[in-house]
């Protein structure tokens, strides 16, 4: 608790999740940063036409969010709120296999493919942009963790596993051939991706 004389730090710009009519317009201009963002990339993200899109007042949104970068940030933020949560079917492989299949499906979805090439795009020459997509990954990886966690607990691998590099493990792969090779992802490499990574860590390669 900060003490008396002491502020508290004012939060990020569009950070903020009211009710009523500014979640409302949060959710409208979010959209439409995310449909910009899509089509013309982060360069060409212009908060008066992010506005324009929106139906909201320009004024709005350079006082609520100020830059690109800040509203990158504020989109990545609610991406992760509204991430799906983790599958629990009992078994590690099979697990990682449904959260190898929910990447490919959104990576290989016309528009939240462009957007999330996008923000990475947009993490490599914006600091905002970057932490948030930080920060957006280390709340999916969290949530993910929670498969390796309870095989850890089922004794299916071993004591000491580090659940995020496990997590992580599944998704690189998945990410490189987005960015490197330019073809579409396929269940099949969803399932690759998730065997080598189950199988690595029944192996103890992430064990300490």
């Known amino acids: 608790m900060p003490s008396p004389r002491t502020p508290e730090p004012a939060p990020a710009p569009g950070s903020l999740r009211p009710g009523g009519r500014t979640a409302r317009t949060r959710e409208a201009v979010l959209q439409a940063a995310g449909d910009a963002l899509a089509a013309d990339g982060f360069e060409a993200l212009d908060l008066g036409e992010v506005a ?6 320009k004024t709005t949104v350079y006082r609520r969010w100020g830059t690109p970068g800040a509203l990158a940030a504020d989109l990545l933020a609610d991406m992760a709120e509204q991430s799906l949560s983790r599958s629990d079917t009992g078994r590690l492989e099979q697990d990682l296999r449904a ?5 490919v499906k959104t990576l ?6 462009r957007l999330f090439k ?18 957006f990954y280390d709340v999916r990886i969290e949530e993910w963790a929670g498969c390796v966690r309870d095989a850890v607990a089922r004794g299916e691998v071993p004591a000491g596993t580090d659940p995020h590099a496990v997590v992580a493990a599944v998704s690189a792969p998945l990410y490189y051939g987005l960015l490197n090779t330019g073809r579409a992802l396929t269940d ?3 399932d690759a991706a998730a065997r080598a990574a189950a199988t690595a860590a029944q192996a103890g390669v992430w064990s300490s």
Request: include cysteine.
């Open 99 to 103: 959260n190898a299949r929910l990447v």
């Open 188 to 190: 099949s490499d969803a």
């Open 52 to 57: 324009r899109r929106a139906g909201v007042g």
């Open 118 to 135: 996008a923000l990475i795009a947009a993490s490599l020459c914006n600091e905002q942009a970057a932490v948030a997509l930080h920060h």
């Open 108 to 113: 290989n979805d016309p528009r939240q493919g």
